[in-house]
């Protein structure tokens, strides 16, 4: 009986398989289709200074239109297109279209600054460096107005060579921000021998502010330890006004979230632009 139940239940665990590597192939030859056709697209969110309460830049999200599947968010694709490589044409595509949209930006009297997320993946590639100064010089836009956004795992890994690569990157003037920072292996030496300029605070420890202590405390120590490494920091998924001023009192510099406005469009970001300029 056991036997006969062990086999069922390898059919089972069989026919899911199938299924689901059906559902990736599938949505991988979809997702080069949607390359090819470019019809990927950016979403921006403001990133907002927490003393000004001015939008100082905006992170680049990416989305996918899929014709039946409505839109696909980036949990969905990302590890996907890490996978099969993917992510490399991907990535490509997002830092050309983010500068792009940055020096249209800049040459209107915008100076934003915009965060371009990146994978491991990307940044392993010998060509990422030149592939960067190349967009920069293309585009026109002032390399300061270009950050780029790491994640723990990636630094962490091979900590030489992409200490390495980091430098060069700095080298070139672009910003660089360590994202989702406290939900990885960070550590502290490996943190103050990079010398990264900014740190993003994972949202998983705002959502508990301005009431829950312990976040309260953890919150504040990343604050000064950033403060004591010369990082700036900002804080991910603030969604009310209460986690604003929590965050504003513990001396944070720079927010993001539904709070303040969700990933928009290009165009709805544009005209949020020219309403706050027409305001000030
Ligand atoms: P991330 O870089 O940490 O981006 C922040 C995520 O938090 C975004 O999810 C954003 O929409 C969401 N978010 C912002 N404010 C709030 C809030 O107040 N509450 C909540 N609950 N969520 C908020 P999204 O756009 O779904 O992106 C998910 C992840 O996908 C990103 O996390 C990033 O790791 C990755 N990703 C997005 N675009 C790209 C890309 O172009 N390239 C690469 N390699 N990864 C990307
Ligand atoms: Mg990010
Ligand atoms: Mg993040
Ligand atoms: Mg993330």
């Not at 996978?83 to 040459?107: S, T």
Request: with cysteine.
């Amino acid at each position: 009986r056991a036997k006969e139940q062990g086999r069922k239940g390898f059919q089972f665990y069989q026919a899911d398989m199938s299924q689901s590597s059906r559902e990736r192939f599938e949505l991988e030859a979809d997702l080069r289709i949607a390359l090819e056709q470019q019809s990927l697209q950016i979403y921006y969110q403001p990133q907002v200074c927490l003393a000004s309460n001015q939008i100082v830049g905006v992170e680049a999200l990416i989305r996918w239109p899929h014709p039946e599947k409505g839109m696909i968010p980036p949990d969905r694709f990302i590890g996907l297109a890490e996978e099969n490589g993917l992510i490399h044409p991907l990535g490509a595509w997002v830092l050309r279209r983010a500068c792009e949209d940055a020096a249209r930006w800049y040459q209107q009297g915008y100076a934003l600054r915009v965060s371009v997320n990146v994978s491991a993946r990307q940044l392993n590639r010998s060509a990422f460096v030149s592939q960067v100064a190349e967009v920069l010089q293309k585009t026109g836009l002032p390399a300061k107005y270009l950050e780029l956004e790491l994640t723990e795992t990636y630094l962490f890994e091979n900590f030489t060579r992409s200490a390495r690569v980091l430098r060069r990157l700095q080298q070139l003037g672009v910003s660089l921000a360590l994202d989702d920072f406290g939900t990885g292996y960070s550590s502290l030496n490996y943190l103050r021998r990079l010398r990264l300029p900014r740190l993003k605070i994972d949202r998983s420890f705002i959502s508990g502010l301005p009431e829950n202590r312990e976040d309260l405390v953890l919150v504040s120590t990343i604050l000064a330890m950033a403060q004591s490494l010369g990082m700036k920091v900002v804080a991910e998924g603030v969604e009310t006004d209460a986690q604003r001023q929590c965050l504003a009192d513990l001396q944070c510099h720079e927010y993001q979230g539904y709070f303040y406005a969700r990933p928009e469009t290009c165009a709805e970001l544009e005209a949020r632009l020219m309403r706050l300029s027409e305001r000030a």
